[in-house]
């Protein structure tokens, strides 16, 4: 994962609640078997609208989308934040996320914080017309008007994305401890193991 | 130490291989679903760092979302290739990454083929007690068996692949108690569109829930695993019902199920395993069954539930103003109009499937509607589609299949057909769908398909008459 501390610039003023991961991208783009390239299929029934931020010069190639409650709800599918970050997204602020998207967004480097309605609101008014910075060091929202937002995240998630930790290479240091607690389990529920033909 | 615990905390604790100083556990994973579509990016990732799957015996692989649900082999017992390039490629990568892995894997034709989530529970693969997890969001399904079951996305699969563990911080807890006794016609379907409309679309966000009451109790196993299925519709991490001795009958003999004095060891760990007397949840919402008609949806969100004898809601009419410009696009997107009867809303095509609603029960209920029925002429398609090679075995040992064909519907092979426009079964555009799928979002059905949500009996019925229609009127 590439370490991201900071994120400026022009935000999309979506502000829509409960954008399903269908909308963010619908299931005939998942048939691929890479990563990359999904960014064409992001918010295609919303792209369709004449008029649509997405396709809006104004906030051409900007890093933040800005959203309402409930972003990502719906499928577990990571090409949801695959197709975000391919579209250029670095950060979503949203007032409430899917778990298993915000899991999902972590995993790709791909901010997702978290504000309340009043904050929102505000950030929609300043992504009309000026850039939003993102500092996740101090765990701030900032806007050139003054405006000081400060936001939440899990420690850990905080220290791996600033850091850009490989997960499964930390958790392979745990081998020894993942061995000891196999063996404990397989001694006391040896029924555990499936009978797989 | 607490001397009380919930069914989650119980769970949670026995599978905690490791705590950190910030509260992230790593977590051990029992058992681990692959499918073809959130899978093939996990295995190159072990490919490009040279890494192994730590324990294939604990994992299991099977095509279902890519499948189409035609005929498979031909007359002559050939295999009928697959039309479409990029699903094949996907059904591919997956039939040859799973034995490069050591990774047991079911092909499309043989009889245990099926929906991940049905597969999982009929073969015995899903226990209660353990850790299940799988890329997709409906592997809440499994909590009905009493598991910790939850979707994961790719790097989750890959990290599970290469560990048998994920990094987690513990979830808030939340007890759904639905107590009383279901009128006729109400199914379990009913009650989990019921709830997912109480709670909203992300009234579960951040919670485990454990669905309790008298009316949970009394559901079947395939009734549960269809209210835990939609836990993820109104936001929960995993659902949870407590294993009984509905549960254990439902197990035992299943074939990767423990047998002999394993079997009893299992079953006697599996008793100690519900929510303590005196344990507290996060958070208690009751519901009252004498509240629960028959129900369906109107709009794009799950949470946008009615009973059958409800009218399109006048989104003008709702508190929040970002739920009315929502109802406001979902009307538009759905072609309803405020005021109508959800009874006079006529529909084009009846889909009975997906991980939801595709056991032997759910075609029960829908077959009992229709026999001796026909299907109406303005519906042009309509079709049932086993979630197992297993469970069609059973229906047609059943007669269930000539009900359905004798009524004009089509009666398929096993897999996620309709619920999500991916594989050859969608709804045209514009058209609407009575559904016994999980999801009615914008698009979900196929670009432009209006989806209506209901339970099998339900579909059954507006198969029947062409319209959205309350059960209870063709029943007896």
């Known amino acids: 994962m590439k370490p991201i501390s900071s994120v400026i610039g022009r935000a999309y003023p979506l502000g829509l609640k409960n954008i399903d991961t269908d909308i963010i991208i619908p299931a005939a783009w998942l048939k691929t078997i890479s990563r990359s390239g999904l960014g064409k299929g992001a918010f295609q029934s919303l792209r369709e609208v004449p008029g649509n931020v997405f396709d809006d010069p104004a906030y051409a190639d900007a890093p933040i989308l800005i959203a309402g409650d409930n972003f990502g709800c719906g499928s577990s599918r990571e090409h949801a934040a695959w197709a975000m970050a391919d579209l250029g997204i670095s950060a979503v602020i949203a007032p409430s996320f899917s778990d298993i998207f915000s899991g999902n967004a972590f995993k790709n480097g791909l901010l997702a914080i978290v504000l309340p309605q009043d904050a929102i609101d505000r950030l929609m008014e300043v992504a009309q017309t000026d850039s939003i910075h993102i500092d996740l060091e101090t765990q701030t929202v900032t806007t050139p008007f003054q405006d000081r937002f400060a936001f939440e995240i899990d420690p850990f998630r905080k220290h791996c994305l600033i850091n850009g930790v490989d997960e499964i290479g930390l958790t392979l240091k745990s081998s020894d401890a993942i061995s000891t607690y196999e063996t404990k389990i397989s001694a006391s529920q040896p029924w555990l193991t499936p009978n797989i033909a | ?476």
């Open chain 2, 1 to 476: 130490m607490p001397t009380s615990q919930t069914l989650y905390e119980k769970i949670w604790n026995a599978h905690v291989v490791e705590q950190r100083d910030d509260g992230t556990c790593l977590i051990f994973i029992d058992r681990h679903l692959v499918h073809e579509v959130t899978s093939p990016q996990a295995f190159e990732g072990l490919r490009v760092a040279g890494r192994r799957v730590r324990r294939p015996d604990l994992t299991l692989a099977v095509p279902d979302h890519n499948l189409p649900t035609t005929a498979r082999l031909d007359s002559d017992g050939q295999h009928v290739p697959i039309a479409d390039p990029e699903s094949a490629q996907q059904l591919e990568a997956l039939e040859r990454n799973a034995p490069e892995f050591g990774i047991a894997y079911i092909n499309a034709t043989d009889i245990k083929q099926g929906i991940v989530h049905v597969v999982g529970p009929e073969q015995g693969f899903s226990l209660p007690g353990t850790t299940i997890v799988c890329g997709d969001s409906h592997t809440a399904c499994h909590g009905g068996l009493g598991a910790l079951a939850f979707g994961i996305g790719t790097s989750e699969v890959e990290h599970v692949l290469a560990t048998q563990t994920l990094q987690l911080t513990r979830s808030k807890s939340m007890e759904v108690r639905v107590e009383g006794e279901l009128g006729p016609g109400v199914s379990a379907k009913d009650v989990v569109l019921h709830i997912t409309g109480v709670l909203g679309a992300s009234g579960g966000t951040g919670h485990v829930i454990e669905y309790t009451g008298a009316v949970i109790r009394a559901l079947s196993i395939e009734g549960r695993l269809t209210i835990s299925n939609m836990a993820i519709e109104h936001g929960a991490r995993a659902g949870l019902v407590a294993p009984d001795d509905t549960t254990f009958a439902y197990l035992k003999g299943r074939p990767m199920a423990p047998k002999g004095a394993q079997w009893d060891a299992a079953v006697a760990y599996w008793r100690s395993l519900a929510t303590d007397t005196g344990a507290v949840y996060d958070k208690v919402v009751t519901i009252n069954a004498a509240d629960i008609a028959p129900s369906v949806t109107w709009g794009t969100s799950p949470e946008d539930v009615l009973p059958i004898t409800g009218i399109v809601p006048d989104p003008s009419t709702f508190a929040d103003p970002s739920k009315q410009e929502a109802a406001k696009k979902s009307l538009a997107y759905m072609g309803l109009t405020p005021g109508t009867a959800m009874t006079d809303i006529e529909v084009q095509n009846v889909f009975i499937g997906s991980c939801t609603n595709s056991r032997i029960e759910d075609l029960r209920a829908a077959a009992a509607i229709l026999k001796g029925r026909k299907k109406a002429a303005n519906v042009k398609w309509a079709i049932v589609v086993p979630g197992s090679g297993l469970v069609k075995h059973q229906a047609e040992a059943e007669g269930l299949h000539r009900i359905f064909i004798d009524a004009g519907l089509e009666w398929r092979e096993p897999g996620c057909s309709a619920c999500l426009g991916m594989n050859p079964d969608k709804v045209p555009a514009g058209e609407r769908c009575a559904s016994t799928s999980n999801r009615n979002f914008v698009g979900r059905q196929g670009p432009g398909a209006r989806t209506h949500l209901v339970s099998p009996a339900m579909a059954a019925a507006a198969a029947v008459t062409g319209k959205l229609t309350d059960v209870r009127e063709l029943m007896n």
